[in-house]
């Protein structure tokens, strides 16, 4: 594979900034106009509960990949445009994501000098609070920001997809292991979308501020990172054998299940603490801790099923190079880190409650390892 990339390639073009206006601009109205169910989130800090409009992604998702091979079929854009302009469009990204955490800074630190409702949080070190966020939900024109990024970036992530897809069709060099690759980050992309609901409980909207950090993971690392092997695969040859393939496809069944079955009985206790878990009625701890089912095996199995998952996406590639295990590396790193995070949260939120908890269910992630 050759990894010598020209620099000019970085050089954002009127062309790469086009591409992404008109998309950020087509998510945000037709985001806005198309029907969706209207959400209540989780009772915040402040006691305030936002409202997100959840399921117009599948919508949008479906309408842009309809939009666009309509406009392939008129020759007006070209299925390979994002392959084509890759690292241009990965330097565009990264020059907005700069530009939007900078306004969001300084709006934060106006509206901490304000006094405003939505309580930000000025540490006074500059880089922690441009790094980490000021605000926790910001606002933009009645869309919330942090909702619509995570929203582009999955949505960016299937579109690089479809794009090295369309190459490879292109290039003649279509693979089982590029099939593979793609069928499996096509379904959970679309699991995120109909499931898009379940996004309003989780720890990037209820406790992460919206900083260069969040803007970053989600607008750039989501999907140029996570389809490192898509573009691998452009460039290289696989192999592989039916066993191979068969012990691919259970590792992301496995994962998949756990990872949904996980945040689905959690979001589903969050809404009614009495609802029955694998049959049977849920084990709770001090009336706010699920204590059964995914979450009475580890405390955060959720994060074991993403990562089955993560490693799904890679095992098409096979093992000649570490390259296209970035994905499912850094998630351990990443889940790891969050996991300690979220630990001194719940600590601290729930006190004996989570010590109990704790007691009960010993293993944090993978049971009898970690
Ligand atoms: P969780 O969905 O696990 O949310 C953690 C929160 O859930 C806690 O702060 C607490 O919040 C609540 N909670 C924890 N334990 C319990 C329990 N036993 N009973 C009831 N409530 C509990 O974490 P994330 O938001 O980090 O992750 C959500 C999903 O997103 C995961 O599957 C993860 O793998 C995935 N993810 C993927 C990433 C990627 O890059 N691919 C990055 C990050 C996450 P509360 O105060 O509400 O009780």
Redesign the pocket.
């Known amino acids: 594979m050759d990894l010598a990339i020209p620099l000019h390639a970085f050089i954002p073009s009127l062309n790469s900034v086009a591409v992404l206006m008109t998309y950020f601009l087509y998510l945000a109205t037709a985001g806005s106009i198309l029907p969706g169910k209207v959400v209540k989130g989780?009772v915040l800090q402040d006691g305030t509960r936002l409202r997100y409009r959840c399921n117009v992604g599948l919508l949008l998702l479906v309408l842009l990949v309809a939009l666009l091979g309509i406009g392939a079929q008129m020759d007006f854009v070209s299925p390979t445009v994002i392959s084509d302009r890759g690292f241009e469009l990965l330097s565009t990204t990264l020059m907005f994501g700069f530009l939007v955490t900078w306004v969001l800074f300084v709006t934060g630190c106006r509206s901490h000098n304000q006094g405003s409702s939505l309580k930000p949080h000025v540490t006074g070190n500059l880089l922690h609070d441009w790094w980490f966020g000021i605000q926790l939900n910001p606002q933009f024109m009645g869309i919330d920001l942090k909702f619509f990024f995570v929203r582009a970036g999955m949505m960016g992530w299937l579109l690089i997809n479809l794009s090295v897809l369309a190459k490879s069709f292109q290039n003649g060099t279509l693979s089982q292991s590029m099939i593979l690759y793609q069928l499996f980050c096509g379904l959970y992309i679309l699991d995120y979308f109909v499931h898009e609901e379940?996004?309003t409980?989780?720890?990037?909207?209820?406790?992460e501020r919206l900083g260069f950090m969040l803007v970053f993971?989600d607008l750039v690392?989501?999907p140029f990172t996570?389809s490192i092997q898509g573009w691998w695969l452009l460039h290289n040859k696989v192999e592989l054998t039916t066993a191979a393939v068969v012990a691919n496809c259970l590792v992301f069944l496995i994962g998949y299940l756990v990872?949904r079955g996980?945040?689905r009985q959690?979001h589903i206790?969050?809404k009614n603490p009495k609802a029955h878990i694998w049959g049977k009625p849920p084990k709770v701890?001090g009336g706010?801790?699920?204590?059964s089912g995914y979450?009475g095996v580890a405390?955060?199995c959720?994060?074991l099923?993403?990562?089955l998952l993560?490693l799904s996406f890679s095992l098409p590639c096979g093992i000649s190079s570490p390259v296209p295990y970035f994905y499912p590396i850094?998630?351990l790193i990443?889940?790891i880190w969050?996991?300690r995070r979220?630990e001194v949260?719940?600590a601290e939120?729930?006190r004996e409650i989570w010590a109990e908890?704790c007691r009960l269910?010993p293993w944090r992630i993978l049971p009898y390892a970690y």
Not at 201 to 207: C, E, F, G, K, V
């Open positions: 989780v379940y996004m409980s989780t720890w990037d909207i209820i406790a993971g690392w989501i996570f990872f996980a945040n959690k206790f969050k701890i706010k801790l699920l204590a979450w405390r955060h959720n994060y099923g993403d990562l993560a850094y998630l990443l889940l969050r996991e979220d949260r719940c939120k729930y908890y269910v």
